[in-house]
C-alpha cells in the first residue's frame, strides 16, 4: 500500500537552481553593505610560540584603518569551541597554530585593512612545534592545553579476543596511515555583520548552524542570546569545514566595537591554513576470521592527530572508533582509540566524521582476510554482514532497518562487480587497452551513523505558515549549503499536504525567524528535519479541522488543503472564511530517537546509512597512474525524497572519494603548511572523475524517517577510497597502506616487487 | 593614480577609474555589484571567476580592469535571467547540475566560450574546457551532460533561425 504521492522520489528541481544558474544568488561572500569596513585577521606567525608583546600602533598609523582589536577587546569569555572552548577568539599569552587569531584589523578598504594586518607588531617567543602525535602523547611532553595533550580518548571491549584469535585460520594485522584533508569548499569563510532594524548584533555569514553559531557569538561578546542575530541560508560548501566557527565571531566584535557594518572574505591560503581538517590518523588493525569465513576478531588503534584545539576531535574520534568494527557481526572486538593535541593546524568535522578513516582501514583488511580464506570479496562480506537485531562492533544491538546486506548484493548484481574476473588488456570494452594497463575492480562496504549520537541533544524543530490563499511557506534553521535539503523539505511537504510545490516557499537559517533545526552536519536533516516537517503538515491539518469544527460545525478530524480551498468532512469551504485575513502558522519539533543504553561521550548512534562501493581503476605500469574509470555505489538512504539529489550527493561523494584515495593531502613541516593553493593542494578535476558513474538506491525503509528516509551525504563518500584502495590492489597485486597513493608511490611499489 | 577606461559589459559601456592593481573580478564585483563572478581563489586556480572578455573565457582575477579598456565583458548575469534563461543556464537547471552553486556561474561562462568556438564538442572536449573549473559538490557527470543538452539546443536554435 504505497501512497507515496509522485513529487516524494520524483526528479524535481532544486527551489533554488534558478537563482543560482543566473548569478543572482547571494552568497556569504557577496554581501555588502553601504558605510561596512573590510575585516582581516593578523594570524600567528608560527605553529607554536608565546606572546610577548603586541603593538597594534604601526597598523593605526595605515590611512584607513579604523580600528585595531585584540584579546583586550574581547567583552566575554575569550574562548569558542563546539565542545570544549579551549580555542581564543584572539590570543593573548600563546599561539598553538598558525591559523590562530592574534589581532582584527577593520579598515575602510581591503587593501587597507591588509596592510593594517602586516603592519601589526607581534613579539613572540618562539617554542618548538609538538609535530608528532605518538610524541606528544608520552609523558613529559610539552603540554599544549591545561589537561595535557591528550585531549580524549576511549577504550572498548567486546568478548574475548585472546580466545577468538585462537580460534581465527587467518590473521591479518597492518598498519595505516591516512592524511590531513581539507574541506576545499569553493566559497571560502566570509560574511557581513552589522545591527538589524531592532539593534540586534547581525553576523550574515556562512555556517552549518546558526543557532550554536550565536550562543558562540553571544558568549564571546558578553551578550544575551536575544541581542545576537545570526544567518547563513545560502552557503558556498561546507561538508562539515564551516560547522566550527570560523569568521563569526571577529565579524560580530568588529561591528560592536565600530558600531558599523563590517565584511570579510578569507582568502584561499588564509581558508586552507585556519580552518577545519580531516583528522590525519595512524591506525592498527588486527583481524581475524575462521575456516568458514566467519569474521571472529577485530581490533584497533587509532592515533588522531587532533591539532590545537578540539573543536569536534573528541565526538570525530568516537564515531571512529563507533566504526572499527564496520557493519559487521564481529564477536570479539577492542578498540582503543586517542586524539591528541599537537601544533599541526586543527581538525574537526569532516564527511564521514572518523568513519572514513576506519573505514579505509577496515575495508582493505576485508579485502586481505577474504583473500587469505580464497573467498569472494563481496560473499565474504555478506556473510558477516550487519542485521536488524544483531549486536553492532561495540556490543550494542542494531534497532535501526539495516539495509548492509542489501547493498551488498545489490552490489554482486551489478555489471561492474560482475565483470570483476576481464582482465586487461582481453577487455572487450576498452579494446585499445594496452598491455601496460592493468584494471582492477574492488569494493568497500560501510555504514554511518546518522545524527548526533546519544547523549547530544538531537532535534529538529520547524515553523509552517499558511496563508489565507492557500500558499504555505516553511521555515527552518538548518543550512543550504548544497546538499539540496530544502527543495526536500518542501518535497516532503508537498507530499504530505497534497499541495503543489509550486505553491510552497522556503525561509532558511535565521536566528529571527526560523526555529531550532538543529545543526546542517551528521548526514542528518532529510532524517531529522525531514520528520519534523511530516509532523508540522499534519498538525496544520489537525489544527484546521478543529477550526472548521469551531467555525463551520464540521466532525472532529483533519481537514485537507485543497487549493485556496478547505476540505473536510463538511465539503469545502473557502480557506478565507475560516483564517480571514490572517495567516495561521504551526511549529512542530522531532526529537531523534537515541540508543536506549549511552556508552558515553555521544555512542551509539541508534540509526545508520548503509553502502557499499564498487570502483574499477586502471593503472598504467610505466608512469604509475591511476585512473579510476567507473564507480557504482548501491546506497541504503531508506526511501529516496529526491532522486536528483540523492544522485548528485552520491556523484559528488565519489569525486571526494577518489580524491581521498589519489590525490589530496595537506602536507605541513614543523607546524607550517606547504599546500596553501589549489596548485598544490590538489583536488579532482573535470579529467579526474570516471564518466561511468551509478548510483543505485538501495531502499529500506527506516519508519522513524519522513517517507522512511534517511541521509546518505556522507556514506556517499565514504566507501569510495577503500573501494578505489582494493581495486588497485586488484590490478597490480600490491596493496598501499598509506594515503594519497600516487603515481611515484606505485612506480616504487612496482619496482619493489619486481626485486 | 586611477585609470580612466571604457569597457563594454553585458552590452552596457561602462566609464571608470580604476586601480592601477585592480583585478577584472574586483571592479565587476565591487564596482558594478555584478557578484556572479565569484572569488573562490583569486589567483585563477580555481574558475570561479571566469567571464567572457571579447567572447572568450577568462579568469577575471588574473585580467587587470585597466586591460578590459576598449573590450567587451559578458558575465553570467548578462546571459540570461530568471524567466529568460539561456540554453545553458535551463541545461543545468535541468540536469542537475547545481549544487551549492558557488562554481555554476564560471562553469556556465568557460561552457559558453567553448560552444561558441565549438558548436559540437565531445565529451573529452567538454571535459578538457572545464577542466580549470574546481566543482567540489558534483562529480562533474551532470555538469558534462548539462554542457552537452545545451550544445544540442543552441546546435538546434541556431539551425531554425537559418532561412
Known amino acids: 500500500m504505497d501512497k507515496t504521492p509522485s513529487v516524494v522520489g520524483a526528479r524535481v528541481k532544486r527551489i533554488d537552481a534558478e537563482d543560482k544558474v543566473a548569478g543572482r544568488t547571494l552568497y556569504p561572500s557577496d554581501k555588502t553593505l553601504p558605510g561596512m569596513l573590510w575585516v582581516e585577521v593578523v594570524r600567528a606567525a608560527h605553529p607554536h610560540a608565546r606572546i610577548r608583546e603586541i603593538d597594534v ?145 547581525t553576523v550574515d555569514a556562512c555556517g552549518q548552524y546558526i543557532y550554536r553559531d550565536q550562543t558562540q557569538i553571544a558568549r564571546a561578546l558578553g551578550l544575551p542570546l536575544h541581542q545576537v542575530r545570526v544567518m547563513a541560508p545560502i552557503v558556498g560548501g561546507a561538508f562539515g569545514g564551516k560547522d566550527e566557527v570560523t569568521v563569526q565571531i571577529h565579524l560580530a566584535l568588529m561591528t560592536f566595537h ?48 587532533t591539532g590545537a584545539y578540539a573543536s569536534l576531535g573528541g565526538p570525530v574520534l568516537n564515531v571512529m572508533m563507533e566504526h572499527a568494527a564496520g557493519p559487521y557481526r564481529v564477536p570479539n572486538v577492542k578498540v582503543d582509540g586517542y586524539a591528541v593535541y599537537t601544533n599541526n593546524g586543527f581538525s574537526g568535522a569532516f564527511r564521514g566524521f572518523g568513519c572514513t578513516q576506519a573505514c579505509v582501514g577496515l575495508e582493505s583488511q576485508m579485502d586481505l582476510m577474504a583473500a587469505a580464506l580464497r573467498l569472494d570479496p563481496l560473499k565474504f562480506r555478506e556473510q558477516n554482514v550487519l542485521h536488524k537485531g544483531d549486536l553492532a562492533g561495540l556490543g550494542y544491538p542494531m534497532t535501526c532497518e539495516v539495509g548492509a546486506g542489501r547493498t551488498v548484493r545489490s552490489a554482486q548484481r551489478g ?131 478543529e477550526r472548521a469544527e469551531r467555525a463551520f460545525g464540521w466532525a472532529p478530524g483533519p481537514a485537507r488543503l485543497q487549493g485556496d480551498q478547505l476540505a473536510g468532512s463538511g465539503g469545502r469551504r473557502p480557506l478565507r472564511e475560516l483564517l480571514g485575513d490572517e495567516e495561521l502558522s504551526v511549529q512542530a519539533v522531532f526529537h531523534v530517537p537515541v540508543a536506549e543504553r549511552e556508552m558515553g561521550d555521544g555512542l551509539p548512534h541508534r540509526f545508520y546509512s548503509f553502502g557499499t562501493h564498487v570502483a574499477e581503476v586502471e593503472v598504467n605500469t610505466l608512469t604509475g597512474e591511476i585512473a579510476v574509470t567507473a564507480v557504482e555505489a548501491h546506497l541504503d538512504g531508506g526511501k529516496v525524497i529526491s532522486r536528483t539529489g540523492f544522485e548528485g550527493q552520491s556523484e559528488g561523494g565519489i569525486a571526494q572519494g577518489i580524491g581521498y584515495a589519489l590525490m589530496e593531502e595537506v602536507r605541513l613541516e614543523g607546524g607550517r603548511f606547504l599546500t596553501t593553493n589549489f596548485h598544490t593542494y590538489v583536488i ?72 | 593614480m586611477a585609470i580612466p577606461i571604457r569597457v563594454k559589459v553585458n552590452g552596457q559601456v561602462e566609464a571608470l577609474e580604476v586601480a592601477p592593481d585592480e583585478s577584472l573580478l574586483s571592479m565587476l564585483r565591487e564596482r558594478l555589484d555584478l557578484t556572479g563572478a565569484k572569488e573562490g581563489c583569486n589567483e585563477g586556480e580555481c574558475g570561479a571567476c571566469v567571464v567572457l572578455l571579447d567572447g572568450k573565457a577568462v579568469n577575471a582575477c588574473l585580467v587587470l ?96 533561425r537559418r532561412p
Open chain 1, 415 to 545: 555489471a561492474l562487480y560482475r565483470s570483476r574476473r576481464r582482465r586487461a588488456p582481453a577487455k572487450p570494452a576498452t579494446p585499445s587497452l594496452k598491455p601496460y594497463l592493468r584494471r582492477g575492480v574492488g569494493v568497500a562496504t560501510q555504514m554511518q551513523g546518522l545524527g548526533l549520537g546519544i547523549g547530544i541533544p538531537d532535534y529538529a524543530e520547524v515553523g509552517l505558515d499558511l496563508r489565507p490563499d492557500g500558499t504555505l511557506q516553511l521555515r527552518a534553521g538548518t543550512n543550504e549549503i548544497g546538499q539540496g535539503a530544502y527543495t526536500a523539505y518542501l518535497q516532503i511537504l508537498s507530499g504530505r499536504l497534497g499541495v503543489p510545490l509550486s505553491r510552497l516557499s522556503m525561509v532558511g537559517a535565521d536566528t529571527a525567524l526560523t526555529p531550532d533545526s538543529g545543526t546542517t552536519t551528521a548526514s542528518r536533516t532529510i532524517f531529522a528535519v525531514g520528520k519534523a516537517v511530516e509532523l508540522a503538515a499534519e498538525k496544520l491539518e489537525r489544527v484546521l479541522g
Open chain 1, 57 to 201: 600602533k604601526p597598523a593605526l598609523e595605515v590611512p584607513g584603518v579604523v580600528r585595531v582589536l585584540t584579546h583586550r577587546d574581547v567583552p566575554g569569555e575569550n574562548a569558542f569551541g563546539i565542545q570544549i572552548q579551549d580555542m581564543p577568539v584572539l590570543c593573548f599569552d600563546r599561539v598553538r597554530y598558525l591559523g590562530d587569531a592574534v589581532a582584527l584589523v577593520g579598515a575602510e578598504t581591503r587593501q587597507a585593512a591588509r596592510e593594517g594586518a602586516r603592519r601589526v607588531r607581534v613579539d613572540y617567543e618562539v617554542l618548538e612545534p609538538i609535530t608528532d602525535p605518538e610524541a606528544a602523547m608520552a609523558p613529559g611532553a610539552v603540554a599544549l592545553h591545561p589537561k595535557g595533550n591528550i585531549m580524549h580518548q576511549g577504550h572498548f571491549e567486546k568478548g574475548d579476543l585472546a580466545a577468538g584469535f585462537a580460534c581465527c585460520a587467518v590473521i591479518v594485522e597492518n598498519d595505516y596511515s591516512v592524511p590531513m584533508i581539507d574541506h576545499a569548499f569553493l566559497e571560502t569563510e566570509a560574511g557581513i555583520s552589522y545591527y538589524d532594524e531592532h539593534g540586534r548584533l
Open chain 1, 258 to 305: 565600530t558600531q558599523r557594518p563590517c565584511r570579510m572574505v578569507a582568502t584561499r591560503e588564509e581558508s586552507i591554513v585556519s580552518h577545519t581538517k580531516r583528522h590525519p590518523v595512524k591506525m592498527s588493525y588486527k583481524t581475524g576470521a575462521d575456516r568458514q569465513g566467519n569474521l571472529l576478531c577485530v581490533q584497533a588503534r587509532f592515533v588522531a592527530d
Open chain 2, 65 to 160: 580592469a585597466a586591460e578590459a579598456d576598449g573590450h567587451e565583458v559578458t558575465t553570467i548575469e548578462g546571459l540570461g535571467r530568471p524567466g529568460a534563461l539561456h540554453p545553458l543556464q535551463k541545461a543545468f537547471l535541468a540536469h542537475q547540475a547545481v549544487q551549492c552553486g558557488f562554481c555554476t556561474p564560471g562553469m556556465i561562462m568557460t561552457a559558453l566560450s567553448l560552444l561558441l568556438e565549438n558548436p559540437a564538442p565531445t565529451e573529452e572536449e567538454v571535459r578538457t574546457a572545464i577542466s580549470g573549473n574546481l566543482c567540489r559538490c558534483t562529480g562533474y557527470r551532470q555538469i558534462l551532460d548539462a554542457v552537452q543538452a545545451a550544445a544540442q539546443e543552441m546546435r538546434a536554435g541556431a539551425q531554425g
Open chain 1, 684 to 755: 579532482p578535476t573535470s579529467l579526474d572523475v570516471p564518466e561511468d558513474l551509478r548510483t543505485v538506491p538501495v531502499e529500506v525503509r527506516e519508519p522513524e524517517g519522513p517517507y522512511g528516509a534517511k541521509g546518505i551525504s556522507e556514506t556517499a563518500m565514504v566507501g569510495v577510497t577503500p573501494a578505489v584502495l582494493n581495486a588497485i590492489a586488484d590490478a597490480l597485486g600490491v596493496r598501499f597502506f598509506r594515503l594519497p597513493v600516487r603515481a611515484e608511490d606505485v612506480l616504487a611499489a612496482l619496482q619493489e616487487k619486481k626485486t
